[in-house]
């Protein structure tokens, strides 16, 4: 079993940076893929960003290349979401996910956060 808990979530303006940790219980955390969705209201939830178990292999969404960075620290056994460049349209409750291997989709991750509220203003 693996619990995730979302933090670094608040209020931000446009241009801003905010840094969402997510901490993971667990003696398999090392060994898995970690994954960051996020979901806006009134729509599906979507991919971010995601890493594998050894940091290696990093992938992002179109629309957060370039402003966001995923990282991870396996003796603290946590994962980081470095958003930077912020938009208003990156408002969303951000998840984290863990999963066998890294996905694109949520269907690969097995175990969820509860998520953090972003919210940016214009």
């Known amino acids: 079993q693996v619990q995730l808990v979302e933090s670094g979530g608040g209020l931000v303006q446009a241009g801003g940076s905010l840094r969402l940790s997510c901490a993971a219980s667990g003696r398999t955390f090392s060994r898995g893929a970690m994954g960051w969705f996020r979901q806006a209201p009134g729509k599906e939830r979507e991919f971010v960003a995601s890493i594998t178990w050894n940091g290696g292999t990093t992938s992002y969404a179109a629309s957060v290349k370039g402003r966001f960075t995923i990282s991870r620290d396996n003796a603290k056994n946590t994962v980081y979401l470095q958003m930077n460049s912020l938009k208003p349209e990156d408002t969303a409750l951000y998840y984290c996910?863990?999963?066998?291997?890294?996905?694109?989709?949520?269907?690969?991750?097995?175990?969820w956060g509860q998520g953090t509220q972003v919210t940016v203003s214009s």
């Open positions: 996910a863990a999963g066998p291997s890294a996905s694109y989709y949520s269907y690969g991750y097995n175990y």
